[in-house]
């Protein structure tokens, strides 16, 4: 008897309790050549070039909905000069040791910023 009540009450209490699920992440990764191409061509972002050693990813609507993408860039042979973020794209500016600007074949990964709770 004392098992059904506790079960009972238990039941109830967890029937008030809200399930909270995470929004779903989705995470977006490509392959750029030099010329500002996609080496594997998808609907989640496009990929514009346009002065040397600047790229701009930019992700499709609805890729990045409630915060703005964290990019990592993986230059092939050179050295990731800065990346700007904000809601929709990622402007990639590629360098040598030196500073100057060039033109590269680059891996990225692009994840949406954790939310604080």
């Known amino acids: 008897m004392k098992i ?3 079960f009972v009450i238990l039941l109830a209490v967890l029937s008030q ?3 909270i699920k995470p929004a779903q992440a989705q995470t977006v990764a490509g392959n750029v ?8 061509p998808t ?3 496009t990929i514009s070039h346009p002065s040397t050693g600047r790229y701009i990813i930019t992700f ?3 890729v990045f909905t409630r915060t703005f993408p ?9 050295v990731v000069y800065s990346i700007f973020q904000n809601f ?3 402007d990639v500016t590629i360098s040598d040791l ?3 600007l060039f033109d590269d074949v680059f891996n990225f990964i692009a994840a949406p910023l954790t939310e604080s709770r």
């Open 4 to 6: 059904s009540i506790v």
């Open 17 to 19: 309790v809200a399930v």
């Open 33 to 40: 050549n030099a010329n500002g191409t996609s080496q594997t």
């Open 43 to 45: 609907n989640a972002f």
């Open 60 to 62: 499709a609507p609805g």
């Open 70 to 78: 964290v990019c990592i860039v993986m230059p092939l042979s050179a």
């Open 88 to 90: 929709s794209n990622c």
């Open 98 to 100: 030196e500073g100057n």
